[in-house]
């Protein structure tokens, strides 16, 4: 049976999350991409935020692999208008970053499993873009 979108993303997180340079690289360049976001992340504890971020990308995945949209929800929440204000528009650098940083960090990155990634996490993110 051919893999699911899921079970390629699953792996491929698999050979990139035990790399604590993997997130510290993907915060390097998604704080590159705009001075807004660099801003936003001014008096953040960035050894705190690598680890976060490491079970939020979990989450995506998770929710992909057909987990209830209850933890996705909550970030919709703490990213919306009246949390972090996180504009819309900033999830598609957030995106980008994301996809340079595994192109970069997995081994077997290829356009398929960059395509699957895409598919698999898009509603997740979607989720908390759209709580805004
Ligand atoms: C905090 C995940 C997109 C900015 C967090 C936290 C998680 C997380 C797990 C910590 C828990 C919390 O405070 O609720 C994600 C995921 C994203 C995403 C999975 C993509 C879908 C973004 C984007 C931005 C952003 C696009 C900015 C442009 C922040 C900020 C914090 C935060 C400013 C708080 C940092 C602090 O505590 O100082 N995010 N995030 N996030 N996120 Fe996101």
């Not at 491929?12 to 915060?27: P, T």
């Not at 590159?32 to 976060?52: P, V």
């Not at 595994?102 to 398929?112: A, K, N």
């Amino acid at each position: 049976m051919e893999p699911s979108d899921s079970d390629i993303v699953f792996q491929s997180y698999g050979r990139c999350c035990n790399s604590e340079d993997f997130f510290k690289d993907f915060y390097d360049r998604f704080m590159g991409s705009s001075a807004d976001i660099r801003e936003l992340f001014a008096n953040t504890d960035m050894k705190a935020q690598r680890h976060l971020l490491r079970n939020g990308i979990m989450q995506l995945v998770l929710y992909a692999r057909g987990m209830s949209d209850t933890k996705l929800r909550a970030l919709g929440k703490s990213h919306d208008r009246t949390g972090y204000n996180i504009r819309p528009e900033w999830y598609r650098l957030w995106l980008d970053a994301l996809m340079a940083t595994l192109r970069q960090h997995d081994s077997q990155f290829s356009p398929e499993v960059e395509a699957a990634w895409n598919r698999a996490i898009t509603p997740g993110i979607d989720i908390i873009r759209q709580a805004y």
